[in-house]
């Protein structure tokens, strides 16, 4: 898989813009999937890949005993390249588990960052490219919930439920593109997108700039389902 | 025409009646949020609502959230230009300002608070300013609960957040097992 697959997401900085177009929404393809650029097929094993196994073992033992961020992305780029999923979720399993950063800092200052929101992007677009069944579709909209809540920034809502939100702008287009796939597919409902979407909204809704956005797509697509009720 | 066919036209009278309530209400809840985009939103919703009597009162809705838009304004250009500087000392400067302000929701402050950490999500001064203000405003313990354990994962050389996490744990009843179970706490306890 391309490493810079986050990149093909068109994920822009969104946050800036202030216009109010009724915004396009991305493309999907007849399995709810995201349509991205074509990834570079690699099918090889570790040691066509230059990776050999003795070489993995010793990064998997030096991971299992640091848990160091930069070992943690160089075996996901190894289980990447061979769409060994099963490796791919136990070294980001552990890495989640263990980001941390044995002091604070200055800020601004370039420092080892802990499991950021690119790692969150990159494990959800390899569980959509490996989800197949409608189960394991289903199964990625709690792992977006998951991806929601850990990643850093943006609002939250919802005092009133004993929960505070906070959610990642870029994981939570994903999250709606998705949604919307999976109800195009038939793998969800009509309630399945608005649960997400409302979710969404409550995320984000008191961002002065990017607030509006969630409401623009559950609108549309409440108009798109239902017809428009006033015409 | 026939009983039944004039229940199938109510019925299908109702059933737009509440799909436009649907909408409705999205319009409703978003002009009532102070956001950038709040006029046009208006006129959109102008533009799809025929009923005058609910464009009555969404556009006093609408006129309240207006009276707070300068102030929000204020908070952006302010907060805006404090992180175009990247400097801390403005950032923190600016954030004092923000949080402090009374009549702006809590939920606006955490949102500044967020942002702030979008910007640097590893700062440990912007944590201590967040959990600062999370002790102070903050009186749900489990919603602390999440605040500390994301503080303390950023910044687990902190003592304080360290036991500030372990208070609300043992407020909230956490097992000791569960509590020994992630990396970071074994590493507090060794």
Known sequence: MDPQNTENLEIENEGKQQEHEIEEEEPEDSQGQVIEEEDEVIDGTYQENGNGGQEILALEAEFRTTHDADLARRLIEIYRDADDIANLRRVRETFLEHNLLLEGREFGSKMRIIFSKEDWLQWLQDEITFAKTDEEKKAMLKLFDRALEETLCNTMNDFSKSKLFWADFDVAKLAAKYVKGLFTNGTVRKNGVTLTLNKLINHFCFDFNRGSKFFKRLRKFELEYNDNPNE | ?190
């Open chain 2, 1 to 190: 025409m026939s009983k039944k066919k004039k229940i199938d036209e109510i019925n299908v009278i109702l059933l737009r009646q509440e799909k436009a309530k649907v909408i409705r209400n999205l319009y409703e809840r978003q002009l009532k949020l102070p956001l950038v985009d709040i006029d046009l939103t208006l006129d959109e919703y102008l533009k799809w609502e025929p009923n005058p009597d609910e464009k009555k009162k969404i556009l006093t809705a609408y006129n309240e959230t207006y009276k707070e838009l300068p102030i929000h304004l204020d908070i952006e250009d302010r907060f805006n230009a404090s992180l175009e500087s990247g400097d801390i000392d403005q950032i923190k400067e600016s954030l004092g300002q923000i949080l402090s302000i009374e009549n702006i929701k809590l939920e606006k402050k955490i949102n500044i608070l967020e942002r702030s950490l979008e910007a640097d999500p590893n700062s440990a001064e912007i944590w201590e300013i967040y959990v600062d203000f999370a002790d102070n405003n903050i009186h749900i313990n489990s919603t602390l609960e999440r605040i500390y354990k994301r503080a303390l994962k950023t910044i687990s050389s902190n003592i304080g957040f360290a036991i500030k996490y372990l208070r609300v744990l043992e407020k909230n009843n956490t097992e000791p097992e569960e509590l020994q179970s992630t990396e970071f706490m074994r590493r507090l306890i060794i």
